[in-house]
């Protein structure tokens, strides 16, 4: 049995509310199934004798576009799958190699609800190993204001990330 | 380094290069490989029915865009290696800086990516930074703007990417 789908609304959430961490053991197949998956074909993210002695790097690291794909699933499984990616924008400080330990965390830092009546939310996350931040992000996401509100059904000056 | 950038590489900057198509029309197996990447279980990308209930069909996640423009490793008749955002490797070739990372990445989301449209693409340089030093090595960093629509015409999304092109230091 699944659980049942919640979407949560706007109404729900405040600024200053923490969303739940996500940790997750990295290993060489994360890696490489994340580099696959977006089909980045660079060695760096496949070739450890490569990574270390070409780029400098102690082995092989996880790709950006597959950093993009874990800050969605941490944000979308907060939200709900209402939830809408309008915009974001991440840093990377360092990068997360295998046996290393990832965890996500996000603090919302505003609600608001633009003139066309599409409900954001702005999160500011974390991608942390330890004590160190590997990535700072910020998200804007789409949230409905109510639970008969969609905001996949928004499009031209209806949606405005 | 030197501090001068060729006036070559000047000119690319605001101009609209690689202009280019998907070269497969999106198609869904992508979509559960990257959702099984990150154990990603949004029933959006996994139930038909959510997705035909919340998006009017299935839909890719918005985080895949830049992943569809990535071309094949080998295909028949290609010479050279086909590389993803050409502009980040002419400008590492042009400016003789052998090594690069990306720093920034900020992706703006338009509509959303359904299985069977074929996107388009160009690739647009924004800036180079002057010689810099990091724990990395001397270089300079650059901003690249990737701008992608469907077969209407409607804009997917905008990705813009900072890199940081460097020689090892000694």
């Known amino acids: 049995m699944t659980n049942p789908i919640h979407n949560r609304t706007t109404a729900e959430i405040h600024a200053g509310d923490t969303l739940p961490t996500l940790s997750y053991d990295v290993t060489a197949t994360t890696v490489v199934l994340g580099a696959l998956a977006t089909r980045d074909w660079r060695p760096m993210h496949h070739d450890k004798d490569f990574a270390v002695n070409r780029n400098g790097t102690k082995d092989i690291f996880l790709n950006t576009p597959n950093q993009a794909a874990w800050f969605e699933r941490y944000l979308t499984d907060w939200t709900g799958p209402k939830g809408r990616l309008g915009k974001i924008r991440f840093r990377m400080r360092d990068s997360v190699f295998p046996g290393d330990t990832m965890a996500f965390n996000g603090t919302v830092e505003a609600v608001e609800t633009d003139d066309a009546g599409c409900g954001w939310a702005n999160v500011e996350l974390k991608l942390t190993v330890g004590d160190k931040t590997v990535t700072d992000c910020t998200a804007k996401i789409a949230l409905p204001v109510s639970e008969a509100d969609n905001p996949w059904k928004r499009a031209g000056e209806d949606w405005k990330p | ?77 290609r010479t050279k290696q086909a590389q993803p955002l050409q502009v980040h490797f002419d400008l590492k070739e042009k400016l003789d800086l052998p090594e690069a990372v990306m720093t920034d990445n900020t992706i703006t989301f338009g509509v959303p990516v359904r299985p069977g449209d074929t996107l388009e693409t160009c690739q647009i340089l924004r800036s180079i930074s002057p010689p810099k030093t990091t724990k990395l090595g001397t270089g300079r960093f650059w901003e690249i703007d990737v701008v992608y629509t469907n077969q209407r015409g409607e804009h997917v999304g905008t990705e813009s990417y900072t890199g940081f092109g460097y020689k090892r230091g000694a």
């Open chain 2, 1 to 77: 380094m030197s501090d001068e950038i060729p006036a070559e590489v000047e000119g690319w900057i605001g101009e609209e290069r690689y202009a280019e198509k998907t070269e497969f029309p999106i198609e869904m197996g992508y979509v559960y490989t990257s959702c099984a990447s990150v154990e990603n279980g949004n029933p959006l990308f996994w139930d038909e029915k959510v997705a035909q209930e919340l998006a009017g069909g299935p839909i890719a996640p918005p985080s895949m865009i830049s992943a569809w423009f990535r071309p094949h490793h080998w295909a028949p008749g």
